[in-house]
Nanobody, 123 residues
Framework: QVQLVESGGGLVQAGGSLRLSCAAS?????MGWFRQAPGKEREFVAA????????GYTHFVKDRFTISRDNAKGTVYLQMNSLKPEDTAVYYC???????????????????WGQGTQVTVSS
């Protein structure tokens, strides 16, 4: 069983930056970030494969967000720059429970989820 703990959320003005962290208690393979805004469904944000050599993003955040991982620390990061009010959401970290050489943007491909961290961007 893998436990994921997110941190780094908060309140920031539009144009600002935040870095989210997700610490995993056990071995993880591909990992991803999803978000859910009030009244909306959970959506994919970014994902990274097991080695960190391949990553993908939703077009809403591409060129503004960067996902990375440090396997020695068991941690995945989401660097968020040029934040917009529409980025406001609860951000969830997710981890796959089995090996795949790639990553996925589908939530059902992930077996473990964190509790979420709130990101609020004011205009």
């Amino acid at each position: 069983q893998v436990q994921l703990v997110e941190s780094g959320g908060g309140l920031v003005q539009a144009g600002g930056s935040l870095r989210l962290s997700c610490a995993a208690s056990g071995r993880t393979f591909s990992m991803g970030w999803f978000r859910q805004a009030p009244g909306k469904e959970r959506e994919f944000v970014a994902a990274i494969n097991w080695s960190g050599g391949s990553a993908g993003y939703t077009h809403f955040v591409k060129d503004r967000f960067t996902i990375s991982r440090d396997n020695a620390k068991g941690t995945v990061y989401l660097q968020m720059n040029s934040l917009k009010p529409e980025d406001t959401a609860v951000y969830y970290c997710a981890a796959a429970g089995k090996f795949s050489g790639s990553y996925s943007d589908i939530s059902t491909d992930y077996n473990y989820w964190g509790q979420g961290t709130q990101v609020t961007v004011s205009s």
